[in-house]
């Protein structure tokens, strides 16, 4: 290797292994045998209900025959629109079984995006929340899918839960009509109980299973396709660098199962390994304070802005947290003064760990780079897992550059993406067979390595928002206000956010003879809130009569950065 290639976890910081061996098998190979050793585990818990590891294979075999009982069969593929619950663990798993593909994807996507993930990875059949349904229902006739199912949180919780849900929740939002042409969740599952033909599949381990999608370095969205062997690398690598991880541990899965995060280590890494997922549907700080103390979940993974919540929080004032292992942040940067703040936190609270920050990119799962247990470096996301090598080149290139000068990441290993969904081009953009012989992913993110192999995020080369945890491609939005009869030209930027980290803003040029006025807001906000996804809506539109250009005539998006940037010092925050 070069200069800067760094193989992992050896050296003078520890003695974990460097290579691993892993499984070649489908992913719910591997649930089977964690019910094969612990059957009456909790394999996940949701509103106080627990499914034990032999229930929850029951289910998963019952989902798939169900499945192929409505004709689905090994290389379709099925779009999952679901939160945190156990219908989207079971279908998620059944799909694998038939080996068929699930495509993931938000539930809170507008209609427009919907429609566009159905038909770029080319669903034969979708399943989503009853409080979706509108949606789905609006784009069905111009999609792809032949069948929509439908679940409810009330499918997967106990009696008294159901009552409250309907008495709370159930109310906010219409219910499914009595002739809908859907198969709802219960139908399904008795369709599964009643069928006796074949419906496994023995998959190849280097088949294509999932599809997450990511903007990319262009903001166009794009499948990205990954393997069996991709998620089973991760949970094995996960595992291997975290020695203290037992069976029966508890991961409070509050990441979304549509983000590899999410997916990949809170909920595969964990099930693999004969752990509890506590599932969190939806976040707040309250429930996520709630659930960790009630539980006393050993690992946590989650965005910095959930740690600043978690920080503030006064259920946590005098919680004792020497229950936890492990706590994780990913999907984001992690300021040097949260980090402190965090790990004093911890302290405070009887914890013994401190938060260990991770990187990676959905093209390879989730993380590939993790802060040892042992050691951390101020600013440093960690160093590479088990088999990941990274090295740091000159942009656009394939060369190489010295310890401690900034150059873009690459990343090469196992859990390294099939390529991404329809767009060659992009694919080899992204993927490069290097002269060392491996295939690199150029990340499109900036950042250093010092001579012990720690890497440092710099920057991001690409524009993009990060607000929550999500990535938020400008251009996107751009393009809908763009498409408005109302809008000549658009910009949006992000803003700085104590919690959010960033959130989202649009300035807009109207075309002659449109009043900036409130009506004119009001009109394009519930535009947008129909062709958006909710976490990406912007908080304000502002109106102005030029927009700011470059020397070559671009929106000069970085001066509207900087103008916010000086209305917040400004106004002392």
């Known amino acids: 290797m070069n200069s800067n290639v760094k193989a992992p976890w050896i050296g003078s910081l520890g003695n974990l292994p460097h290579h691993l061996e892993y499984p070649e098998c489908s992913m ?18 949701f509103f106080g209900k627990k499914t034990s590891y032999r229930q929850m294979v029951e289910q998963i075999n019952i989902c798939a025959r169900a499945l192929r009982s409505i004709g689905i069969k090994k290389g379709d593929r099925v779009t999952v629109a679901l939160p945190n619950c156990p219908q989207g663990v079971l279908m998620f798993y059944a799909i694998n079984m038939i080996g068929a593909q699930a495509s993931m994807i938000h539930p809170l996507s507008s209609e427009k995006e919907i429609e566009f993930f159905i038909n770029d990875s080319g669903s034969v059949a979708a399943i989503t929340l009853d409080q979706f349904y509108g949606k789905f229902a609006s784009i069905r006739d111009n999609t792809c899918i032949r069948e929509l199912i439908v679940t409810s949180i009330k499918d997967a919780v106990g009696p008294l839960v159901r009552i409250g849900y309907d008495l709370t929740e159930g109310r906010k939002h219409d219910k499914v009509p009595s002739d809908a042409p859907v198969i709802m969740w219960k139908d399904l599952m008795s369709r599964g109980t009643a069928y006796t033909g074949d419906y496994r599949d023995e998959t190849d381990s280097r088949e294509a299973a ?33 020695p203290m991880y037992r069976p029966g541990d508890r991961m409070l899965a509050v990441m979304p199962i549509f983000h590899g995060f999410g997916l990949g280590i809170s909920i595969h890494t964990a099930l693999c390994n004969a752990g509890t997922c506590v599932l969190v549907p939806r976040f707040t700080p309250q429930s996520y304070a709630k659930l960790m103390l009630k539980y006393e979940c050993n690992f946590i993974a989650g965005v910095p802005s959930l740690f600043e919540a978690l920080i503030r929080m006064p259920k946590m004032e005098r919680a004792d947290l020497s229950f936890l292992k492990g706590v994780f942040s990913g999907g984001d940067s992690l300021s040097i003064e949260l980090k402190k703040k965090m790990d004093t936190f911890l302290k405070d609270h009887n914890a013994s760990i401190a938060i260990r920050e991770g990187y990676g990119a959905t093209e390879c799962v989730t993380a590939s780079c993790l802060t040892p247990i ?3 470096r101020e600013g440093s996301i960690g160093l590479p897992m ?34 991404y969904l329809g767009h060659e081009e992009e694919t080899r953009n992204t993927l490069r067979t290097h002269g060392d012989g491996l295939t690199w992913v150029h990340t499109g993110d900036l950042g250093t390595m010092d001579e012990d192999g720690f890497v440092y995020f710099k920057q991001r080369l690409k524009r993009m928002i990060v ?21 000549h030209m658009s910009c949006v930027i992000g803003v700085p956010d104590p919690i959010k980290k960033e959130k989202v803003k649009a300035f807009i040029m109207l075309k002659p003879g449109v009043e900036a006025g409130q009506d004119t807001r009001d009109i394009l906000m519930e535009y947008a809130r129909k062709n958006i996804a909710k976490y990406a809506l912007p908080y304000d539109i502002e109106f ?27 106004d002392g925050q």
């Open 544 to 570: 102005r009569d030029e927009l700011p250009k470059t020397l070559v005539g671009k929106v000069a998006y970085r001066k509207l950065e900087e103008e916010e940037l000086g209305k917040i010092a400004a």
């Open 374 to 376: 042992h050691e951390s």
């Open 210 to 242: 999932v599809i997450l999608y990511s903007g990319g370095t262009t903001g166009v969205s794009k499948g990205i396709l990954l393997s069996n062997y991709n998620f089973n690398a991760v949970s094995t690598q996960t595992v291997n660098v975290n």
């Open 467 to 487: 607000s929550n945890g999500y990535n938020i491609y400008p251009s996107q939005l751009e393009n809908v206000f763009d498409a408005h009869d109302m809008v």
């Open 386 to 419: 088990p088999d990941m090598y990274y090295k740091i080149v000159a942009p656009g290139t394939e060369d190489e550059v010295e310890y401690g000068e900034v150059g873009e990441i690459c990343l090469a290993g196992p859990t390294v993406m099939m390529g």
């Open 28 to 45: 719910v190979a591997m649930i089977e045998e964690s019910a094969r050793k612990y059957p009456d585990y909790s394999a996940m818990v």
